[in-house]
């Protein structure tokens, strides 16, 4: 039996080219052929690939998407992105570097010696998180 490949995660979004370039800067990561940022005054695509590192991201708009509320309350997460760093240093300023670039902060757990950790959500809304591994 040949077995699946899983070829990207993708992330529902309200503006694709929004949170795109969030990840792009936040991961280091570079646009598929093709979907780069158009010209000025042309239209953008609404669905965007960013690769690198074996890593592939998709993003689809979607016209209207009910952010999460997690860690509590109606409206769950349905999928999160877990990033690493090396230490706690690290940590703090990968945390500074993605809320410059426009995530939240949601849960600060940087006391927990076994996983010191940060919950943020991403310019749309999507729960990520960034810990010590």
């Known amino acids: 039996m040949t077995m699946p490949v899983l070829r990207s995660v993708v992330l529902d979004c309200p503006d694709a080219r929004r949170l795109a370039e ?16 158009p010209p000025r005054g042309e239209p953008d695509r609404d669905w965007l690939v960013l690769r690198g590192a074996g890593v ?3 993003f689809q708009q979607v016209p209207a998407l009910p952010e999460a509320t997690w860690p509590e309350g109606p409206v769950p997460q349905q999928l999160h992105l877990d990033l690493s760093v ?4 690290a940590l703090t300023a990968a945390r500074d ?11 600060d757990r940087t006391d927990d010696p076994e996983e010191p950790l940060w919950v943020l ?4 809304g999507h729960p ?6």
Do not use: T
């Not at 969030?22 to 940022?37: M, N, S, T, V």
């Not at 090396?86 to 240093?89: H, I, Q, T």
């Not at 570097?97 to 849960?107: E, K």
């Open 128 to 133: 990520f998180c960034i810990f010590v591994a």
């Open 121 to 124: 959500a991403d310019p749309a």
């Open 56 to 58: 592939r991201l998709a």
């Open 97 to 107: 570097h993605a809320v410059a670039l426009g995530a939240r902060a949601l849960l």
């Open 86 to 89: 090396p230490d706690v240093a």
């Open 22 to 37: 969030f990840y792009r800067a936040l991961l280091g990561l570079e646009y598929r052929p093709g979907d780069e940022p």
